[in-house]
């Protein structure tokens, strides 16, 4: 059978001339959600040349060929197909359905592109999320109910034009995304997360618990990730720090990434994870892969939520537990978030040296404390002074990272743990970013210091053929 044999579900119903346009049917006559789709809110797709000005009628006819191309087309048929066949076979039937039954609208050939554009978007894409998933100066798309689509740009946040046309259509692409994970998602499971075909990950969360209407937080996977020099470039950390931080994943220190949302952390963890040797097996365990190996040798595990019936949940700690059994050179943890902390301090203290993990708090100080938390959550049963001793001895570095008030992420702290002093464990900062103000445009003002410390990891790195240049630790570092 041939494409177009298959898709079109009958003979009959591929008559695309007997289409009445939904516009000419007076609007008392349409059901509610008809007369609803016949006057949607301004759908701009075409960022950043955004359109105000679109008549009534040109969304009206575009409403009209998605009803009709879904009458006509098998769209069930969509993912089984090539997507350049399946693309143009949705665009020979659009561009005939244009011809035959809106020869006279009054559309312009720019008009008539977009429109085709849109549609495309509309049946195989994201509908109007496409624009900011195709845009790769976006990197986060967040939307809070059909009306408010925001994007964040070079750390901006900006709220677009763009909108579903009401709650029922953000949830079917919502249902779209989370199905080609085999997930779902109803009032009984709300909340989910999931993964775009070209590995942005997802998550979605509905009424009743997003008490304003579905909502959808999309984080950009970048096909060129940020490196060292990208983030020197872009003034998140001086080279000289650039150095010592090469130097220290180099040689094999347990370091661990603090920051808040959305402030750096995977891209820290993914910068560092360029600098282990090629010849070490790196394990990665990640709640959704994100990070971007260059290595060869590399084994990446990904946790696997509870399924419908509640079964088959595979955890970090689990994860964790099983990478020990494979031999790992290096163990790298996306985010520390639960008991998994405790398998992955025993790791780090028991000859797993050089691993690397991030963890969600605002200082390094408390970074530590959750650790704590964590594994006092995990039924270890011991004091609380033997645990901060273990922790001390697992963890070398802390990196705090941070997103600023100008949107810019920054290196702000890098501390040494330097062991225990009665019932603390004790820290050395040797590197921060110290701002003293914003200047007349919002940006952030201020300059990278350099402590002063000669840190106690230096010889570590000396004994591994890593000799750091004292120059490094001057008194003061390089400016923002
Ligand atoms: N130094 C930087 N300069 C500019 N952009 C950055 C920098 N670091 C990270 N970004 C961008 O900021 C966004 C958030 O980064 P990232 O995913 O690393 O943060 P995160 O702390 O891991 O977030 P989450 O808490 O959601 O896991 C990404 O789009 C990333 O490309
Ligand atoms: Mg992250």
Not at 104 to 109: C, I, M, V
Not at 285 to 306: C, N, S, W, Y
Not at 445 to 456: C, D, E, L, T
Request: charged content about 30%; some cysteine; proline content about 5%.
């Amino acid at each position: 059978m041939d494409l177009a044999a298959r898709l079109h579900k009958t003979a009959q119903s591929a008559a695309v001339s007997r289409v009445v346009p939904r516009a000419a049917i007076p609007a008392a006559r349409q059901s509610p959600a008809a007369r609803a789709e016949a006057h949607p809110a301004v759908e701009v797709t075409d960022q950043p040349k955004v359109d105000h000005t679109r008549s009534d009628q040109y969304h009206e006819i575009k409403n009209s060929i998605h009803d009709r191309l879904i009458d006509v087309l098998d769209l069930s048929l969509l993912d089984s197909l090539p997507r350049d066949e399946m693309r143009q076979e949705i665009m020979r039937v659009v561009e005939r359905i244009l011809r035959e039954d809106f020869a006279q609208a009054p559309l312009n050939a720019a008009e008539r592109k977009s429109l085709l554009g849109e549609i495309e978007d509309e049946v195989l894409g994201l509908g109007p999320l496409e624009p900011y998933i195709k845009d790769p100066t976006v990197n986060d798309i967040l939307v809070n109910g059909y009306r408010n689509i925001y994007v964040e740009r070079k750390g901006i946040l900006e709220l677009t034009p763009a909108r579903f046309k009401d709650d029922e259509h953000l949830r079917k692409i919502i249902d779209r995304i989370v199905s080609q994970v085999g997930r779902r998602v109803d009032e009984s499971s709300p909340m989910v997360d999931a993964r775009l075909a070209d590995g942005s990950r997802v998550n979605a969360i509905i009424p009743p618990l997003a008490i304003d209407g579905p909502s959808l937080s999309i984080r950009k996977f970048s096909k060129d990730p940020l490196e060292l020099s990208d983030l020197i470039r872009f003034g998140a950390l001086p080279p000289e720090i650039g150095e010592v931080l090469m130097g220290i994943v180099h040689c094999s220190l347990n370091v661990l990434i603090s920051g808040g949302t959305g402030s750096g952390k995977t891209t820290m963890l993914n910068v560092l994870s360029r600098f282990i040797p090629e010849e070490e097996r790196i394990v990665t365990i990640e709640d959704a892969a994100e990070l971007q190996l260059k290595q060869a040798h590399v084994v990446r595990l990904e946790t696997r939520p509870m399924n419908i019936e509640g079964r088959g949940e595979v955890t970090q700690r689990e994860l964790v537990k099983n990478c020990l059994r494979m031999r790992p050179d290096r163990i790298i943890i996306g985010e520390v978030r639960g008991a998994e902390a405790l398998d992955m301090l025993q790791a780090m203290n028991t000859g797993h040296d050089g691993s690397l993990a991030t963890i969600h708090a605002n200082t390094p100080r408390d970074a530590l404390m959750r650790l704590e938390t964590m594994v006092a959550m995990s039924g270890l049963n011991i004091s609380d002074v033997s645990l901060k001793r273990y922790i001390s001895s697992a963890i070398d570095v802390i990196i705090q990272v941070s997103r600023l008030m100008d949107g810019s992420r920054k290196l702000i702290s890098f501390q040494e743990i330097t062991g225990m002093e009665g019932e603390m464990i004790t820290m050395q900062e040797i590197f921060a970013f110290e701002q003293s103000g914003l200047d007349e445009r919002g940006k952030v003002k201020g300059r990278f210091v350099s402590r002063g410390i000669r840190p106690k990891f230096s010889d570590r790195l000396a004994a591994r053929g890593v000799s750091l240049d004292q120059h490094l630790f001057a008194p003061l570092g390089g400016a923002a």
